[in-house]
């Protein structure tokens, strides 16, 4: 890596918060630890990381509250750490905002792995890139991909780094069924097995953003046993 990203660790559990230190400065990331909820969100103002490891249940303010209300203001890449498996498709359901879902115990190497393909992800949208200075917009819709910005109906409105990957492949072709298994690889490079339902409930809150008040027609539509499409 020519220039050091910064991670930072939001773990209450020393043993595991040094763990994830440990394998991450072997890849050559800097980091910072935080033991409380109570100074997570004053850090990522004022030490702007490339990306979070965010544990759910931390003394004082807890993890989805965190990644919530740092939604408000950031976009930096969250990947959030529970202790109960069957947790995670209910947190991807209510759509709180972290880009990943990684469950106690869990592999070191694998969480280095996710942390690298999320800045992978995010590098796509840097300004270094000419396809990203482009606005993709398709009727109500506009995506500014330097700014990372959606505008619906005239209004800014907040997506997670998920939906907007999954927004910005769905309006590269308008009227084109993606797969499920298309739309995952747009959103997770490291090849990981990721359930349908995990894609669904990420459509469902998409969904519900992009569409109009009163409109008979939903713009994103589901294609039964095939995937997703605009139109």
């Not at 220039?3 to 763990?19: C, F, G, N, T, Y």
């Not at 840097?126 to 506009?142: D, G, Q, V």
């Not at 339902?197 to 939903?218: C, E, F, G, W, Y």
Request: glycine residues 4%; neutral net charge.
């Amino acid at each position: 890596m020519s220039s050091q990203q910064q991670i930072l660790i939001v773990e209450d559990e020393p043993k595991i918060a040094q763990i994830l230190v440990d394998f991450l400065t072997i890849e050559g990331f800097a980091t910072q630890v935080i033991h409380s909820g109570d100074e997570a969100e004053d850090a990522i103002r004022t030490k702007t990381p490339d990306c979070v490891i965010l544990d759910l249940m931390l003394p004082g303010k807890d993890g989805l509250s965190i990644c919530k209300d740092v939604r408000k203001f950031s976009q930096v890449p969250i990947i959030m750490l529970t202790a109960r498996v069957d947790e995670i498709d209910r947190l991807m359901g209510l759509g709180f905002g972290a880009d990943d879902y990684v469950c106690k115990p869990f592999s070191p190497r694998e969480v280095v792995a996710r942390i690298q393909a999320i800045l992978r992800r995010s590098a796509l949208t840097a300004p270094s890139s000419s396809f990203n200075t482009s606005i993709l917009t398709f009727k109500h819709i506009s995506l500014n991909i330097e700014r990372f910005e959606c505008v619906i109906n005239e209004q800014v409105t907040e997506l997670t780094p998920v939906e907007f990957r999954l927004l910005k492949t769905l309006m590269s072709r308008p009227g084109k069924v993606f797969s499920r298994e298309s739309l995952m690889q747009s959103c997770y490079e490291d090849a990981r097995i990721v359930s349908n339902r995990t894609i669904d409930s990420h459509m469902k809150n998409l969904r519900n953003k992009v569409a109009l008040a009163n409109d008979p027609q939903p713009i994103l539509q589901s294609v039964y046993g095939v995937g997703y499409k605009l139109m």
